[in-house]
């Protein structure tokens, strides 16, 4: 019995569950020579704004317990640029093609979108309401669930493709801004983006980053991710994707257990490039032994608590 | 690029927490190259996660093996220093730019600070196959720092120590200023090692009309060019990756 990997999200199918996190694999080609592109189920690009972006003051990474916590600041070329020199390489993969956008206003991200709709190669959208990294930037969206129905609804009125809401774990429920997403039309939400977190260098009594805090990501914030994923999903009827952590297959399989329909792994790919391939390899793997058919059978066979 | 499993041909010991390890190199992979780096993933541990970056202090092209000399400075390096012979590494590279070679005609002069020795001397050994005349500057704060100096001081390299415990007494940059009026356009100039010391040579270059280039350093998390984490800042505003548009760069390209 072979295993059906493909998910349905709005109006299309990804070719399987895993894909690569916005922010941590570039526009794609930078990984090209590392890893067979082909394999993977989907490409979340680095965010996309309406104009190119510097990005944050340096140093912007440091390593914490099992994470790192970055301060980018969604340093990107732009969508004019985007679209120009970074999406014809992206679109001759089989792979899915989802441009993650970001705005510091409704109006930059309905731009945006407006932008990318012109390039048929697209294959949908992650809006990223969710980045702790830009002052008043998504986050402020991210954290209001009547601004995210709102914006939703906006941009599902310029486009037909799938389209993903990026939910930030920085909230006190986040079931609440799912459900926002959901009922302003949203085809999936993807949880979870980086927590906020703070290093302090205790020699200079100051934080590392430049911008006091960044975002966490990495194995230290996977129970945080797996939880949020399993809240969400029962509180939603669109798929979830879940993020955060997710170093081995076995780590992807306790989303999809806890009611994710496709994973994403960022960090992990930092850290070794075979990661998404083999977590995907790894799903199969255990799916034969277990004898599970689709991901719907793997949500069937989790024994809630 | 490319991501392989080497294995470790010797982890020697070099003076006070330097190292020289030497380890194969992936015949599939490219060559290494004097400024590029490659990436080691230390443990299969996710404490500490991130690759560490090292550039390539020599090449064996009959052997099959590169060496990079190291500097145990934290939990990563740390457990590089209690690797062994035969012990494996996840290794990715070569990555970034390589220093470029000077223009015909020019002479070389080579300064390299603390950890800045790896690709200084493999700068130093490539230009001199190449017959082109090289003077080379180390500098470290004391004698018990200087990796090999016996090697490095037959091979006619000025040693400098902050505290006069060997050599020049004072800093790389102390040196140059002290020859400064020997140093002209047909020079140029090639740094590694800690901010200020190159910022000195990004200096005394501008003061004696020649090109400089450094190999600066920055924490990175992907080494690729793709997360962004890397960024230097740029001469005209903005920001370069070191990863990618570096880590060697022509010193007037960057902001000091
Ligand atoms: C292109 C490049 C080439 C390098 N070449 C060499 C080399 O030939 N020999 C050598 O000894 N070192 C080299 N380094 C520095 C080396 O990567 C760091 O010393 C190492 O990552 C420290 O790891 P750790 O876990 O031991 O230290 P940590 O505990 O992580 O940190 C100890 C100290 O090292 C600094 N550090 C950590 N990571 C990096 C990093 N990626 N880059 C710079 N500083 C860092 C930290 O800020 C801290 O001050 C190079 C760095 C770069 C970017
Ligand atoms: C360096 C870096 C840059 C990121 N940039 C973005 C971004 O531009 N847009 C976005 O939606 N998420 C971004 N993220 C968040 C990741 O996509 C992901 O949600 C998060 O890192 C958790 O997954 P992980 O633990 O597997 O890395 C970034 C993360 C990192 C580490
Ligand atoms: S380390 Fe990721 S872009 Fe340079």
């Known amino acids: ?305 | 690029m490319k991501q392989f499993s080497a294995t470790i041909r010797g982890n020697y010991p070099l003076s006070t927490g330097f190292f020289e390890l030497e380890f194969t190199w992936d015949k599939a992979a490219p060559l290494p190259e004097p400024g590029r780096f490659f990436t080691v993933r230390v443990s299969d541990n996710t404490i500490p996660l991130l690759r560490r970056p090292f550039a390539f202090s020599a090449f064996d092209g009959n052997e099959g093996t590169a060496s990079m000399i190291f500097q145990k400075r934290g939990h990563g390096t740390g457990l590089l220093s209690a690797k062994h012979k035969g012990d494996t590494l996840d290794i990715i590279g070569p990555l970034g730019q390589p220093f470029p070679m000077p223009d015909k005609g020019k002479k070389a002069l080579l300064v390299a600070g603390g950890i800045g020795l790896g690709p200084i001397a493999f700068l130093a050994q490539t230009l001199r196959k190449e017959k082109i005349p090289v003077s080379m500057v180390f500098g470290c704060r004391t004698a018990s720092l200087i990796p090999s100096g016996d090697s490095l001081a037959a091979s006619g390299t000025v040693i400098c120590t902050d505290d006069g415990s060997r050599g020049f007494k004072g800093t790389a940059g102390d040196y140059l200023k002290s020859i400064e009026r020997s140093v002209g356009s047909g020079t140029v100039v090639y740094a590694c090692g800690p901010q200020p010391m190159l910022k000195t040579c990004h200096e005394f270059a501008g003061r004696r009309g020649c090109a400089c280039f450094v190999s600066v350093e920055q924490i990175m998390a992907c080494g690729v060019g793709a997360c962004m984490g890397c960024a230097v800042k740029s001469a005209g505003g903005g920001y370069k990756r070191a990863c990618t548009e570096g880590p060697v760069f022509n010193s007037r390209e960057l902001q000091w």
Request: proline share 6%; hydrophobic share 45%; glycine share 10%.
């Open chain 1, 1 to 305: 019995m072979s295993m059906d990997l493909r998910i349905k999200i709005g109006n299309k199918i990804l070719p399987n569950p895993v894909g690569v996190a916005s922010g941590t694999f570039g526009y794609g080609g930078e990984y090209e020579k590392l890893i067979d592109l082909a394999k993977l189920g989907a490409i979340y690009t680095k965010a996309v704004t309406l104009e190119p972006r510097e990005g944050n003051e340096i140093p912007r990474i440091v390593e914490t317990p099992s994470g790192i916590l970055n301060s980018i600041g969604l340093a990107n070329v732009g969508v004019t640029r985007f679209l120009s020199e970074k999406l014809p390489a992206l679109a001759k993969l089989p792979c899915a093609v989802v441009a993650n956008v970001a705005g510091a206003t409704e109006a930059e991200y309905m731009a945006v979108v407006e932008r990318l709709e012109s390039a048929a190669q697209l294959w949908g959208y992650e809006i990223n309401v969710s980045c702790p990294n830009v002052k008043h930037g998504g986050m402020a969206f991210g954290t209001d669930p009547q601004q995210i129905e709102r914006l939703t609804k906006k941009i599902r009125a310029l486009t037909k493709r799938p389209l993903i809401v990026k939910c930030t774990p920085n909230v006190t429920d986040i079931t609440v801004i799912a459900k926002a997403a959901e009922a302003g039309g949203a085809d999936a939400v993807s949880c979870i983006n980086t927590l906020v977190g703070m290093v302090i260098d205790t020699a200079a009594k100051r934080p590392v980053l430049p911008a006091g805090t960044g975002g966490l990501s990495g194995p230290a914030v996977r129970p945080v991710g797996v939880a949020m994923t399993y809240r969400v999903s029962r509180a939603v009827s669109i798929p979830v994707i879940g993020i955060g952590g997710i170093m081995t297959a076995d780590d992807a399989i306790q989303y999809l257990l806890a009611g994710a329909s496709a994973v994403q792994v960022g960090t992990g790919t930092f850290v070794d490039p075979s990661i998404p391939v083999k977590v995907l390899e790894g799903i199969v793997e255990y799916c034969k032994i277990e004898k599970i058919a689709s991901i719907k059978e793997l949500h069937s066979r989790f024994s809630q608590p």
